[in-house]
């Protein structure tokens, strides 16, 4: 039998009714935009993150230009972010007219590399953007003084640095809500968190036309809300967030136990990871993948061609060989099945998959 990279539906399954539940109380309330659910998911997300507030959004990209234009970033500003991870992180900076700066990645937990980004800061650095890759929180402390962080927090709902949660680290941060993600909606949807109260509401003013009462509009805003179906949803998956991400958690350590470090570089646990991905790293990527699918065994390799030699891109003048990490990475990870109730058969057949077609030895 297949096994698929992830398996959301396993996730929702045993809550089915429930939701078909929730899903029936909104019909017949007829609200659907920004009513009740949507209200009580955000006081219930800043509650569960530690944030001071919590505003729903459209998806993961709306709320990150949304969070960059309410800090007032625009033309002539700089923004330095990583070149390894989704275009989303990227192409809301370009949205803003301002000009990215790609910072190379720490190989160890791909992640940024505050060195390089303390390099890379100028007079005209108005933001960093750090992602939380994988589920792998980054800890902004060592970021430079003085520049406004707001974390992308896309792929990594739950994660903690030390007792603190992603989401509550930084002047504001961002996630999406895309099906895949660990805590994910029916759909797409988004959410910006921040505890500066003045910030908050100018994110909800631009989130509706920039207008509080449909008659008198207070700036060019945006048609971007998270709906009350899916904060239904969300309402729901999030009570079981924790239990989900421990799952995630013994499935990343099964795999080291089954002896996976045996074929390729495994990534080095934290005690906050919440694994959105299992990304290994492997010089013999083209073999595993084809022994993979020879065995109906989903994987994925993420951001082969990194966001700084992206066609769209171009014009931000970065060549091959400008960020040597960051390129290495896109050459040898490789993302693995799992899911909060992966089996550990299907694991086992996932490592000695890789294993048969491996030229590497154990030491």
């Keep these: 039998m297949a096994i698929p990279l992830t398996d959301v539906r396993a996730q929702y399954a045993p809550l089915l009714d429930e939701l078909k539940d929730r899903i029936a109380e909104v019909l017949d309330s007829g609200r659907f935009i920004l009513g009740p659910e949507v209200k009580a998911f955000e006081e219930e997300a800043a509650r569960f993150l530690g944030a001071g507030d919590a505003v729903g ?27 390894f991870t989704f275009y989303a992180t990227a192409e809301s900076i370009a949205r803003r007219g301002a ?49 406004t962080i707001v974390e992308d927090a896309a792929q990594a709902f739950g994660a903690k640095v030390g007792d603190r949660r992603v989401g509550s680290l930084a002047a504001a941060a961002t996630f999406s809500f895309y099906p895949t993600k660990n805590l994910f909606g029916l759909g797409d949807g988004g959410l910006v968190t921040t505890a500066e109260p ?27 809300r ?31 136990e089954l002896g996976l470090g045996e074929v390729c570089e495994l990534p080095v646990d934290e005690p906050g990871h919440v694994y959105h991905m299992y990304v290994v790293r492997t010089a013999e990527r083209e073999r595993l993948t084809a022994a993979l699918d020879q065995a ?12 700084h ?52 030895k154990a030491a």
């Design 226 to 256: 998270l709906d009350e179906l899916q904060a239904a949803a969300l309402r729901i998956f999030l009570r079981h967030l924790d239990e989900w991400n421990d799952g995630r958690r013994a499935a990343a350590a099964r795999y080291a």
């Design 99 to 147: 000009t990215t700066v790609f910072a190379d990645i720490d190989p160890a937990t791909l992640n940024l590399d505050p060195a390089d980004v303390a390099a890379k800061v100028t007079e005209r650095t108005k933001a960093i953007l750090p992602v939380h890759l994988f589920g792998r929180p980054f800890d902004p402390t060592p970021l430079p003084d003085g520049v």
């Design 309 to 360: 030699l992206q066609p769209a891109l171009a014009d931000l003048g970065y060549a091959q060989g400008s960020l040597p990490e960051t390129e290495r990475a896109a050459r040898e990870t490789l993302a693995l099945p799992i899911w909060p109730a992966i089996s550990r058969e299907q694991q086992e057949r996932v490592v000695e998959c890789l294993r048969a077609a491996s030229t590497v």
């Design 57 to 83: 959004v459209a998806n993961g990209t709306d709320a990150l230009v949304i969070v960059l234009d309410a800090l007032g970033v625009g033309p002539g500003d700089e923004v330095i972010c990583p070149s």
């Design 296 to 307: 109906g065994i989903g994987w994925a390799a993420y951001y082969t061609t990194p966001l």
């Design 198 to 224: 003045e910030l908050a509401d100018r994110i909800r003013l631009l989130r509706f036309h920039g207008s509080r009462d449909k008659q008198t509009f207070d700036a060019v805003g945006y048609n971007s």
